[in-house]
Each structure stands twice: as structure tokens, then as C-alpha cells.
């Protein structure tokens, strides 16, 4: 199997409504390999990992990990140079028609029974104005994923509308920002193990809680425009927290 390249109707559906799912984009050999790793990051979690939605209630060593939040680029050294990250970029250039670099990657994998919804949200505002319609996301899941597990849903042309406000997940101690949407316009995507999903830097988007038997696993990708410079120029709602200490700040830019 040979990695896709996009279509003149897959750059227009996503420019038109800011995200696109992608079958059959990543060889199930090259998704075994990253799974290994992730596995690496799972066996060790107080290692390797956040609690995404870190319970205020929880003491920092007794956090329950609802959102198991890492990169396998902690333990995989050469992943730079893997098939489906080359891909990705040169495919994320195509949709966003601009010239992209790897910023970073997540794991993030929610367990059985006990995990929380990733609220809705623009990664721009987590982001800042830096990042203003120069950054694009793949989200790579590692199994099958529907809304039992936890898949993606967007809001259709949410991209159009700007950033909107956020404010702080009631009961979190983590950084995690919600938005409210136009529920008549969410899309749900479920997809299967070798899909992707891309979508734009203002296109809010969630996943819901895994009420299934299994652990959800995802890695999702982000790259910006070559020159953006990273995160910056904050927006008000920006918390920094560091869940080796469990202290929270503003950041400096904001």
C-alpha cells in the first residue's frame, strides 16, 4: 500500500468545510509500529504522561489518568523519519496550500468506563494569534473509532467563523478550554484503523468518552506554517500547568 495524495476534491472539501476524513491512509504495518511505541508510553504512564482531564479533586500523585495525554516522540528516536509523518506533512500542505513544518504530536488514549469527553474547542485557542489560520491537524486513530470510543466530531465551516471564546473545563485541574457550538452543524466521523482525519486550525472539534470495553488510542499531529514560530500572542482563557508540580500560570504572552 502506497500513501495517498490529495485530490482536487478533497483540497476543496476541506477548504470549503474545514476538515476531511481520509480512508485508507496509513498502511496497518506502519500503525502497528507507532501502536508498539504508544504501548511503551502506557506500561509507564507516571513517566511518560499527562492526565489531560487531570480531577481538581485528585492529589497529583493520585491522578487517575482520564485522558492519558504523552508524544511518542519520548520514546521513539528516530520517528522523524517514519512513512506516515513524512505523509502527513506533504499532505497537509496540499489542503492548507501552504508551506508546512512538524510541530509536535500527542498520544492520547482514554480508557474504558472511566473516561471524560475532550470538550469542544479550536486548537488556535490553545494556540494564540500566532498560529492564525497557519496550523492544520491529523488525528491518527489506533483502532476502529465510533461514538461508543470516542471518535471525532466538527463543526461543519466552523473554520469561517474565527476563534471563539473558551473558558476553563468546570472540575479540571489541567489546561483543558471548551467553546460552545452551533449543535445543529456537528458532523461525527466515525472511521475505521488505517483512516485519518485532518482538520483546520479554527475547526472546533471534540471526541467523546469511551463507554466501550477498550482502551481508545489516537496520536494527533500538528504542523504550522513554516515561520509562524509556535504558540504565542495568547488569548485570555491560556492557563500553563505543569503535572510534574501541579502548578498553574499564566504565560508570559498573554
Not at 42 to 56: G, L
Not at 78 to 86: E, H, L, S
Not at 196 to 202: C, G, L, W
Request: aromatic letters at 10%.
Amino acid at each position: 500500500m502506497t500513501y495517498p495524495k490529495a485530490t482536487s476534491d478533497q483540497i476543496n472539501f476541506f477548504r470549503e468545510h474545514g476538515y476531511l476524513v481520509v480512508r485508507n491512509a496509513v498502511p496497518q504495518a506502519d500503525l502497528e509500529e507507532l501502536d508498539r511505541y504508544c504501548d511503551l508510553i502506557m506500561n509507564d504512564k507516571q513517566k511518560y504522561a499527562n492526565d489531560w482531564a487531570w480531577d481538581e479533586k485528585e492529589p497529583l500523585k493520585d491522578r487517575s489518568f482520564r485522558i492519558v495525554q504523552s508524544s511518542p516522540s519520548f520514546v521513539w528516536k528516530d520517528i522523524a523519519d517514519a512513512p506516515y509523518r513524512k505523509w502527513l506533512a506533504s499532505f497537509g500542505e496540499d489542503l492548507l496550500s501552504l508551506k508546512l513544518s512538524f510541530w509536535y504530536d500527542q498520544f492520547l488514549a482514554k480508557p474504558p468506563g472511566k473516561s471524560v469527553a475532550t470538550n469542544w474547542h479550536q486548537d488556535e485557542a490553545y494556540w494564540g494569534r500566532n498560529l492564525d489560520n497557519r496550523g492544520i491537524t491529523c488525528w491518527l486513530p489506533l483502532q476502529d473509532v465510533d461514538v461508543q470510543n470516542g471518535c471525532m466530531h466538527f463543526i461543519d465551516r466552523g473554520h469561517l467563523e474565527g476563534v471563539l471564546p473558551h473558558h476553563a473545563v468546570p472540575g479540571m485541574q489541567s489546561d483543558l478550554i471548551q467553546c460552545e457550538i452551533d449543535e445543529s452543524r456537528i458532523v461525527i466521523c466515525p472511521i475505521a484503523r488505517g483512516d485519518a482525519t485532518f482538520h483546520h486550525s479554527k475547526t472546533p472539534h471534540m471526541t467523546t468518552a469511551n463507554t466501550s470495553k477498550g482502551w481508545r488510542k489516537a496520536v494527533t499531529n500538528h504542523l504550522q506554517a513554516v515561520g509562524s514560530g509556535g504558540e504565542g500572542d495568547h488569548y485570555p482563557w491560556k492557563v500553563l500547568v505543569n503535572q510534574r508540580t501541579g502548578e498553574r500560570k499564566v504565560p508570559a504572552s498573554r
